[in-house]
């Protein structure tokens, strides 16, 4: 069982930054590849970014590939989505997520989910 909880979510003008970080406990967080995925209401969730369980290997949605950063630290059992040069379509609850070890991309089996946090992007 790993339990994941992000934080760092909030309301920002377009343009601004923010840094989502997503804590994880419970079982070895470095076993996983991690994900960031969002979804606004009546849409379902997409994709925004993964990275593999070292951290060599990353994938983005191309809606945001070249402003958000994905990264983690093992040392630390977090994960980070750094967000930069935000738009108002980037506004959506945003959501952590671990899955098996074996390198997927878009990170289509997913194990374990946070809870969420709230970004918002006002014009």
């Known amino acids: 069982q790993v339990q994941l909880v992000e934080s760092g979510g909030g309301l920002v003008q377009a343009g601004g930054s923010l840094r989502l970080s997503c804590a994880a406990s419970?079982?070895?967080?470095?076993?996983?590849?991690m994900g960031w995925f969002r979804q606004t209401p009546g849409k379902e969730r997409e994709f925004v970014a993964a990275?593999?369980?070292?951290?060599?290997?990353?994938k983005y949605a191309d809606s945001v590939k070249g402003r958000f950063l994905i990264s983690r630290d093992n040392a630390k059992n977090t994960g980070y989505l750094q967000m930069n040069s935000l738009k108002p379509d980037d506004t959506a609850v945003y959501y952590c997520?671990?899955?098996?070890?074996?390198?997927?991309?878009?990170?289509?089996?997913?194990?374990?989910w946070g809870q969420g946090t709230q970004v918002t992007v006002s014009s």
């Open positions: 997520a671990v899955g098996p070890s074996t390198w997927e991309p878009r990170l289509r089996s997913i194990n374990y």
């Open positions: 419970g079982r070895t967080f470095s076993s996983y590849s």
């Open positions: 990275i593999s369980w070292s951290g060599s290997s990353t």
